[in-house]
């Protein structure tokens, strides 16, 4: 069981970054899939969510309205689609099937002039 996130960087106020979960060993178009992050010093956050469908989508108020959740069950992959990012965005972002307790390694965002 694998769960290995990507796409994640160095990137402007203002830009956009989008992060991939891709799932692999188990059946992926089954579960929420859930996306948290952390920040140094702080706790884990969680940040979207998406269910097994892909129909309904759940935010952070900190994120709505930049973040887009999406997946694609044909390629085992969840998408985070980060727009008009913040200094505040900068964190370790991970992806969860928290159902199974399966967890990625995390991917790095930073943002930063």
């Known amino acids: 069981v694998q769960l290995v996130e990507s796409g994640g960087g160095l990137v402007q106020p203002g830009g956009s970054l989008r992060l991939s979960c891709a799932a692999s060993?188990?059946?992926?178009?089954?579960?929420?899939v859930t996306w948290y992050r952390q920040a140094p010093g702080k706790e884990r956050e969680w940040v979207a969510g998406i269910t097994s469908d892909g129909i309904t989508t759940n935010y952070a108020d900190s994120v709505k309205g930049r973040f887009t959740i999406s997946r694609d069950n044909a390629k085992n992959t969840v998408y985070l689609q980060m727009n008009s990012l913040k200094f505040e965005d900068t964190a370790v972002y991970y992806c969860?099937?928290?159902?199974?307790?399966?967890w990625g390694q995390g991917t790095q965002v930073t943002v930063s002039s």
């Open positions: 060993g188990f059946t992926f178009s089954s579960y929420t």
């Open positions: 969860s099937v928290n159902r199974k307790g399966y």
